[in-house]
């Protein structure tokens, strides 16, 4: 049995959140080994627990109180209807939930689906999607295998699919009616962890991750005269490092810029003037 006041931190057992999950932990500080088919693992710092389950299990896991945070899609805590507190947006796991049909299909919009049967993983997300849509009759079935390829046996006339890059959609002969919702990986807890303090030190690591992810470290050296427009250009976080070098007409800054903008940044500080420009990954930043 595992302790009842240690923190427990669920995360996927297989699928595409599964690494990228294990990955943030490890980053944010805890140690911890996977063995195997093992169920859990110790975390050797903390005595934290975490848990290895199925993504779709998850949200109910954290709402019941059986591990207090949890890593899982947004849109499983939407289909299970989890009463949870989303702590973080993760960045990873990015993703839509779609309609889909056959190409040649007569359908070309949600309203052509009335009185058709839909398949669909997400069954009660693909129904209030068709709620909303004032759509009547459609007959939507929970299937858990392979969605795409009960189109091609004529099963279903539909699906409501979690769609990444849409090259299994293009493999099957379908195409996107329309989409239902996007969706990412986020962190869920609950709103009385075991362990609070261990909790919201977690989830302070976490956002040092997540700065980390969004933003990179500039370095260059800017002509002085040249320094009031190279500060537009990189204004940084709260403002920019400057140290003076031994040549006094040359300034040597330091800054963050988010990652989005690194190109277009370094672009613009070259066209000034600015020289010797680096840039640098981080790994963790509280911002």
């Not at 302790?3 to 932990?25: F, N, W």
């Not at 693909?126 to 909303?132: D, G, L, S």
């Not at 362990?195 to 997540?210: A, E």
Request: proline residues 4%; aromatic residues 4%; glycine residues 6%.
């Amino acid at each position: 049995m595992i302790p009842d006041e240690t923190l427990r931190i669920a995360v996927p057992s297989k699928g595409r959140l599964r690494e990228p999950s294990l990955e943030l932990l490890e980053r944010a500080g805890l140690r911890f080994r996977v063995s195997g088919r093992r169920l859990f693992s110790v975390c050797s710092e903390t005595g934290s627990r975490i848990i290895f389950t199925n993504a779709a299990d998850i949200p109910v896991l954290v709402a019941e109180g059986v591990v207090d945070l949890g890593i899982t899609g947004s849109d499983q805590v939407l289909e299970k209807d989890a009463q949870v507190l989303e702590h973080r947006k993760l960045g990873f796991g990015r993703c839509r939930l779609s309609v889909a049909v056959h190409k040649d299909a007569p359908y070309h919009r949600a309203a052509d689906l009335a009185g058709r049967v839909v398949g669909a993983k997400f069954v009660r997300l693909a129904r209030r999607y068709f709620e909303a849509q004032g759509v009547a009759n459609v007959h939507v079935i929970e299937i858990q295998g392979a969605v795409e390829v009960m189109v091609l046996l004529g099963m279903v006339d539909a699906i409501v699919e979690i769609v990444e890059t849409g090259n299994s959609l293009l493999e099957n002969d379908l195409v996107e009616l329309d989409r239902v919702l996007e969706a990412e990986a986020v962190l869920i807890g609950r709103t009385r962890p075991r362990d609070p303090s261990l909790s919201d030190q977690l989830l302070r690591r976490i956002d040092g991750v997540l700065a980390a992810a969004r933003y990179t470290l500039i370095e260059y050296n800017c002509p002085a005269a040249r320094i009031a427009e190279a500060s537009r250009i990189t204004p940084g976080f709260s403002s920019p490092t400057i140290a003076h070098l031994q040549d006094p007409d040359w300034l040597a800054v330091r800054v963050l810029v988010e990652k989005v903008e690194t190109q277009r940044v370094i672009d613009a500080l070259e066209a000034i003037g600015c020289v010797a420009i680096l840039e640098t990954e981080l790994r963790h930043a509280r911002l």
